[in-house]
RNA sequence: GCCCCCGUAGCUCAAUGGACAGAGCACCGGCCUUCUAAGCCGUAGGUUGUAGGUUCGAUUCCUGCCGGGGGCGCCA
């Protein structure tokens, strides 16, 4: 938010620096002066101090760092904009002109509104695969992980400044579905799903699991099935489409329910042909070893890359009877998505136990000659368990269903809110406990880092207190409330005339900082950063809250805070909006 | 055997190579005639697994070791 400001600073340094004979070049790093009520920003002389030092000069790095830094101090003077300039431990602290900037920054957020946070278009688009969802199956807690970080991440990427495409992957074909299918017409054949269809097809799932392994003519009728499918009009493929509609029927509600929507669905059924005509390909040119029917057609990644040393192993494209293994499908996929949609790049949210099977993919079509599949990104995240570190299994039917999480967080919040706020029209207050309910089973995975393992336990996932969604979203009906009970509209723009107190100032302070952590949380792909800001917004906004009276205050006093209010709702909003967690008006 | 990830307060987690390693939960003690107490304030809690290395500076980068988890030819 400060790029002009630093550019102007830099340039002075720059020229310090050569007039002084110091060999400053490379970039300046900037950074917030990170003591609470200070506000500006900060860059250090480490490097250059220590960048003479090695040149051969006789000079102790944070000595003369701290030289540097005063010299440059003493150049700059007190810049336009800024209060104060000092040089201490080597840093040179930069104080902005409180009153300038915090006008500044709310009136940016004010004009701005949805749109404060958001980059310039970069006229780069980018693909975001999440979900991929497996149909005749349940959806369990493990699945929300993947959802969740999927949605937030396309929705940082698209204020980020990119067009981005929002795809899922459905896989509604392979053996586990033949085995739902098969279990199927033995057992419940002609039944129709009862209104939990969803849960219904996960139960057939399990139960196909463990009858399987008691049926020993079992795998080959499953072979069977297969082969029926190939032809279009056999009564397995009608009762594959019908029964794999029930599922995705399902998962539409469930996507709607967490606000989440998709630009394109690819399925695995799909990529059955173009797989296979990729793989005879590949065999022709001697890429796949095909061992057929002795065993599987497979593609030893190391040999075609020339590696001495097992690193990629053996990508495995078709069994041994001829029918296409994911591998291959994704050797389709990855390529029919460059060809869909004019992509820079092409973001796979995958469980990090896939990470292998991912470069496998990637390497085989770098090696044959696929250039663009270097845009493409595999963005793994951990699993989420049970206490004990159990993972949730679908075949084990060992997991916390979805749904039934959604309804134990609804009833949750409705009963707080019973306790909270008992005025609230009956209506309004489901409103409340959805929102808050979908908010607080979003934001602890999205706060999490995603190369760590989440656990799932009741209590914690129930809590509402803390570092949590209805804490910001809390913050929020704080902000709302305020401004709700002024008539008037917002005051018109003005310097502050009055000293800014500590906490209002911290306020501004992280709103400023929006624009940034959007760009940052979308060069790493990390939900993290904006979870974090957005509670530190709401802990600096409640803090401001306790200290700053707004209605009460003398009229000159009030005018500055409730633009401050006002930007401050809307940048706790934003950063919700962008974890798809709704805002309450009311708790 | 090869590869990947994790290890920070009692617990769950933060921390662009930078100034004093921060939150929440739990515990203890305060604050509702005051814009919604789903809140605020305070106390306490640390040899960042360990041994080295790189660096002016390491929780962060590199190597070894210890502990935990995961992946590795016909599931996805």
Not at 82 to 92: I, Q
Not at 288 to 314: F, Q, S
Request: proline letters at 4%.
């Amino acid at each position: 938010m400060f790029e002009q400001e630093q550019q102007a600073i830099e340039e002075q340094i720059r020229a310090y620096c050569k007039q002084q004979d110091i060999p400053s070049t490379e970039e300046l790093k900037w950074a917030r002066i990170p003591f609470s009520g200070e506000w500006g920003i900060a860059t250090s002389f480490f490097q250059t101090a220590a960048n003479e030092a090695r040149s051969g000069k006789k000079v102790v790095v944070p000595q003369r760092a701290q030289e540097i830094a005063e010299g440059v101090a003493e150049h700059l003077g007190t810049p336009q904009g800024f209060s104060r300039v000092e040089a201490v431990k080597g840093y040179l602290n930069l104080y902005f002109s409180t009153d300038e900037y915090a006008r500044t920054v709310l009136d940016t957020v004010i004009t701005q509104g949805v749109e404060y946070g958001n980059g310039l278009a970069n006229g780069q688009s980018v693909m975001v695969e999440f979900s991929q969802p497996n149909t005749h199956k349940a959806l369990h807690v493990g699945h929300l992980r993947n959802m969740m970080l999927g949605a937030a991440v396309a929705n940082i990427l698209e204020c980020a400044g990119y067009e981005v495409v929002r795809s899922n992957y459905i896989g509604d074909f392979g053996r586990d579905v033949m085995k739902w299918i098969w279990n199927y017409e033995k057992r419940h054949d002609g039944e129709e799903p009862p209104e939990d269809t969803t849960r219904w097809m996960g139960d057939l799932y399990a139960e196909a699991t463990q009858k399987l392994e008691e049926d020993e003519a079992g795998e080959t009728e499953i072979q069977a099935l297969f082969a029926d499918w190939e032809s279009k009009d056999s009564p397995t493929y009608k009762l594959w489409q019908k029964t794999r509609q029930w599922s995705l029927d399902g998962f539409n509600d469930v996507y709607t329910q967490m606000g989440i929507h998709f630009d394109r669905f690819y399925y695995e059924s799909e990529m059955e042909e173009s797989a296979k005509e990729i793989v005879e390909e590949l065999i022709s040119k001697g890429i796949v070893t095909d061992d057929r029917p002795d065993g599987p057609a497979v593609i030893k990644v190391d040999e075609l890359l020339g590696l001495d040393k097992e690193t990629y192993r053996v990508l495995a494209v078709l069994r041994s009877d001829g029918t296409s293994l994911y591998g291959a499908w994704d050797l389709a996929l990855a390529q029919k998505k460059f060809i869909d949609y004019p992509l820079d790049r092409s973001v796979y949210v995958v469980d990090v136990r896939q990470s292998l099977h991912f470069q496998q993919v990637f390497k085989t079509l770098e090696a044959v000659g696929f250039e663009k599949i270097k845009d493409a990104f595999h963005l793994p995240y951990e699993v989420v368990n049970l206490p004990g570190n159990l993972t949730m299994s679908s075949r084990d039917g060992v997991i916390v269903l979805l749904e039934d999480f959604i309804r134990e967080a609804t009833q949750r919040a409705y009963d707080v809110s019973l306790e909270t706020n008992p005025e609230l029209d009956e209506v309004t207050r489901k409103g409340v406990a959805n929102a808050v309910a979908l908010g607080s089973i979003k934001y602890p995975l999205l706060a999490r880092d995603n190369t760590k393992i989440a656990t799932f336990d009741w209590e914690t996932a129930l809590d509402f207190n803390g570092h949590s969604a209805p804490y910001i979203q809390y913050a929020h009906v704080r902000a709302n409330s305020i401004l709700r009970r002024v008539d008037k509209a917002l005051p018109d723009s003005s310097n502050p005339t009055y000293e800014l107190e500590p906490a209002e100032i911290a306020l501004i302070e992280l709103i400023s900082q929006i624009p940034d952590t959007v760009q940052r949380a979308a060069d790493e792909y990390r939900t993290l950063h904006i979870t974090n800001l957005a509670y530190d917004l709401a802990k600096a906004f409640n803090d401001f809250y306790n200290r700053c009276p707004v209605l009460k205050a003398e009229p000159e006093v009030q005018l500055t805070r409730l633009r401050l209010v006002a930007a401050a709702r809307q940048s706790i909003a934003n950063c919700l909006r962008i974890l798809g967690i709704e805002a309450p008006e009311v708790m």
